[in-house]
């Protein structure tokens, strides 16, 4: 009797082999973030800088803002309400420099090894996108804490916390989403970097963020109503500094303030799982290429 052996290969701690069936997403996920993480994080460093431009922001910028303007109109202190908006930015910067990760794996990396391991492609995508939160987390983490220590008026309750955190989870698998499929269809590094701005930063001065929809231009509010980045604002700030909700008041104009939390919630998850499915038709896209 003559016995069959397969030969298997790895690649970082991933089995090659070949497979005559679709594994499950769940096999070598683990293995999968493991690589991402300690690729994303090779040092100290990685994790820092990052969060250093926000820091000052926070801690600087927004105290010396504080001090001009004083309150927003809705009565919340303004430094506040600057730290919190500061997150608008951060993660959407973070999960788009996830996204580079993605595409130097892409273009000169392991991905087309891991292609072969037995694992589901969309394994792959799920990974990196639990590394991008996880840093995103860490990150909005140290924003905050940095913000406290220098005085910023946060009102913290068990309801106001899982808005806070399912409007950031929201934006980060959205951005994350909108970062992968970016990462498979540009061709140049140097491309891909010239997006970020667009991508992470300019929503950021429509959304709310320095002042309420409210004080822009009639035409720019109504613009800003539709954009998502909006809507996680107003929930952030909601969860944290506004109980009164005025930002979900300027959004949706009714009186049920966890009616339109509800909302505005729906509209950063429909926003994440859009991008999510796109990122993952883009990448299995890609793959077979």
């Known amino acids: 009797m003559t016995t069959m052996v397969q030969s298997v290969d790895t690649l970082d701690g991933v089995e090659v082999r070949p ?50 303007f004083g309150r927003t109109h809705g009565g919340i202190d303004y430094m506040s309400f600057v730290a919190v908006s500061t997150i608008g930015f951060l993660v959407p910067f973070s999960c788009m420099s996830s996204g580079l990760g ?8 392991a991905q087309r090894d891991l292609l ?23 990150q909005v983490a140290v924003l905050m804490g940095f913000a406290w220590l220098r005085g910023a008026e946060f009102d913290v309750t068990a309801t106001g916390t899982f808005w806070f955190a399912a409007a950031t989870v929201g934006l980060a698998v959205a951005m994350y989403g909108i970062s992968e499929v970016l990462a498979n269809r540009i061709q140049t590094q140097e491309e891909y970097v010239a997006t970020i701005g667009g991508v992470a930063f300019a929503p950021w001065f429509l959304a709310g963020s320095m002042f309420p929809i409210s004080a822009m231009p009639a035409g720019l ?57 796109a990122s993952f038709r883009v990448f299995t896209h890609t793959a077979v290429k």
């Open 221 to 277: 509010t109504v613009i800003a109503k539709f954009l998502p980045l909006t809507h996680v604002l107003a929930l952030l700030r909601y969860g944290m500094v506004d109980h009164a909700g005025t930002g979900l008041h300027e959004i949706w104009g009714m009186s049920n303030t966890t009616g339109m939390a509800l909302l505005s919630l729906a509209v950063v998850v429909l926003f994440a799982a859009v991008c999510t499915v």
């Open 116 to 138: 072969a391991a037995p694992v589901a492609r969309s394994a792959i995508v799920v990974a990196n996108l639990l590394v991008a939160i996880l840093l995103s987390a860490l």
């Open 19 to 68: 497979i005559h069936q679709q594994p499950k997403v769940s096999s070598g996920l683990a293995t999968l973030g493991r690589r991402r993480l300690a690729l994303a994080v090779r040092t100290p460093r990685e994790l820092i800088v990052p969060v250093l431009n926000p820091i000052l922001f926070a801690v600087i910028i927004a105290p010396a803002l504080s001090d001009i």
């Open 102 to 109: 993605v595409m130097v794996d892409r273009l000169s990396g």
